[in-house]
């Protein structure tokens, strides 16, 4: 059955990313600017739906409320889609806001960006909904290949040519790596629904069978390239401190963000009934991607690559509540991925907001070294006000945004304390959150204990503004942070939306 209610966020998109394309077609150079409108109003539009799907069972005499599952179980509109598809929607807005003062200020405009942008958020929303093989590889690669052209779109600087080509090239092996992988699961088990498969799984006792485990390894390796994942990490700072820094932004939460989403549907759907199959393979990768990503983090110099390698690092802390998946019973595998959900929702606001105030404070230094940061609250204290909140909430210092999250992942491992392994897991992820506190209050330090640099013209960097849609970008974020930071309970209720979807077939 086709639910035009349900898929109405979708088909908005694709319609804004039609209109936006054509407007840049059509509109004369001095109204360019309404190319960014239309893609910022087609993503406001599509969060309407959303809000109408959410709260329809509280309005009297809505007979539409309810999980929406179409074409034959492949595509859930559920609770769970619902917060990911506006988490989506938020972090595109956020990112376009970012985008228009870069792109009319480096003469890098092009209305293709908007569309692009616009195409990458639509594979996201499929992939919130996605319960198959096929739909989840479909999103992806819509997430994908939209983010590998906007990677190189300073297409006369070599740095951002590097960063594009190496995205492409990881993009398409873990491509191959992931398709190999579904394909055996599917000749294995005669299923591509992710409840079909977790029973074909226990019915015919895969959980043995070296080319289904071969086929789980496989798929998982590919969703490590797409969330860089430490081996499996090498093009993620390059590709960050090369392409555009609004791109660099979207991909470090947008894109990573939906990579996560895929892996933890099919890992608590799919392969729900062979955690021991997927659990030691993810501790591993948590292990690696904290330690190497805080570690080479420490001896970074720029600020857009610091945050590159602290975005692997963060995706080590999400894998943490669940690469114990295997000791979880129902209820510890609904906390662990509530746990990494909520890590997720957080991390996305904190990181766009870091890299907003970046991209504030390098238009003001004329430089994105953190050496040139110094003494910024000298002629911008505002600005480093929110410097200081964006890196503290991402080291987990309370009462912001951040401890929630580092609180909910502790506490989902402590949970299944009786495992020896889950004591070394809590004991690295403590350390490494130690080590992520001393590079994040290292650009705090420098923000308000560091001199001035000689080669920054205060006169200059105090008079330069901040245009209006980039701090739009910066209120919203911070607001997220600072609210949810105080009032953690407001993502209370995705606890039982977890509880349904670790349910099992």
Known sequence: MFDYHALAPELIIGVALLAAIAADLILPDRLKYLVGVTALLGLVAAAVPLLTLAFCGDISGCTDAGERVMFGGSYVVDDFALVLKGLFIVSGVVSLLLSVGYLESDEYYQGEFYFLLLASVAGALVMASSRDLITMFVGLELVSAPAFLLAGWRKGDLRSNEASLKFFLTGVLSVAVMLMGMSLVYGLTGQVTFDGIASAAVAGDLGSEPAFVAGVVFVLVGFAFKISAVPFHFWAPDTYQGAPTPVAAYLSVGSKAAGFVGLLALCYQAFSTVPEIWGPILWVLAVASMTVGNLIALRQTNIVRLLGYSSIAQGGFILVPFAMAASFDTVGLSDAFFASVTYILIYAFMNLGAFAVVIAAAAKTGSGELADFGGLNRYAPGLAALVALFFLSLAGIPPLAGWFAKFVMFR???????????????????????????????????????????????????????????????????????????????????GEVTERLVAGP
Request: a negative charge.
């Open 412 to 494: 989902a491992v402590i949970g299944v304390f009786e495992s020896p392994w889950a004591v070394v897991l809590a004991a690295i992820a403590a350390v490494n959150a130690v080590i992520a506190l001393v590079y994040y209050a290292k650009v705090v330090k420098s923000v308000y204990m560091d001199d001035v640099p000689v080669t920054v013209p205060v006169d200059r960097a105090a008079a330069a503004e901040v245009p209006r849609p980039l701090a739009l970008a910066i209120g919203i974020t911070a607001v997220v942070v600072v609210v949810v930071g105080f009032f953690p309970g407001i993502l209370a209720f995705f």
